[in-house]
């Protein structure tokens, strides 16, 4: 019986049913299965004068926004909302996107700027056969750079990992790079 009294409302349209016809074409347990409906808000009963209607949650909307000029504003104050808060998501996201680019480019420069410095104080202390420990080298950079030890050899790893082709290391010392279980602490040009 719910689903016919369902169906009845759906057909109704925005103008609702009124109860008493419901009463009348499925007797009065109708109002059990009305109260049922009602608690779940699938269905809205309204009073007019002296006649109850009854609609769908669907239908309901579509009569407040043709008969009712204060939820007709409501609901375009609120779609004008969630177009703004639409914006200001796209907007951020933008704004992420250009904060990443930006950082990855400043990463990029301050190890453009790394290499170089490391490059020059690798020359400046290097011996007759070209091994520089790293500690000469982190003292020089970490001063001039304002770095912290971690990061001078966080920064050195990369660069070494990545020019392979222009840095040899060789394992030894009391600090350096460590890779595959040893300390590696002198380095030199190839």
Not at 142 to 167: G, P, V, W
Not at 177 to 183: F, H, K
Request: proline share 1%.
């Amino acid at each position: 019986m719910m689903n016919e009294i369902l169906e009845k409302l759906e057909s109704s349209g925005i103008g609702g049913t009124k109860k008493v016809d419901l009463k009348k074409t499925f007797g009065k347990e109708c109002e059990s299965i009305l109260e049922e409906l009602k608690s779940k808000e699938q269905i809205f009963i309204e009073k007019k004068g002296v006649a109850y209607f009854i609609w769908t949650k669907e239908n309901y909307i579509k009569h407040l926004t043709q008969n009712d000029p204060k939820f007709k504003l409501m609901l375009n104050l609120l779609g004008s909302v969630n177009s703004s808060l639409t914006k200001v998501q796209a907007h951020a996201e933008t704004l992420e996107e250009e904060l990443e680019k930006h950082s990855s480019q400043e990463s990029l420069s301050q190890n453009d700027d790394f290499e170089g410095v490391f490059n020059s104080s690798l020359n400046e202390s290097s011996t007759s056969i070209g091994w520089v420990p790293f500690t000469k080298i982190r003292e020089k950079v970490c001063e001039t750079h304002n770095l912290s030890k971690d990061k001078f050899y966080q920064m050195a790893s990369n660069l070494i990992e990545n020019h392979k082709d222009r840095y040899e290391i060789s394992s030894g010392g009391q600090e350096g790079i460590v890779m595959r279980g040893l300390v590696h602490g002198y380095v030199r040009n190839i």
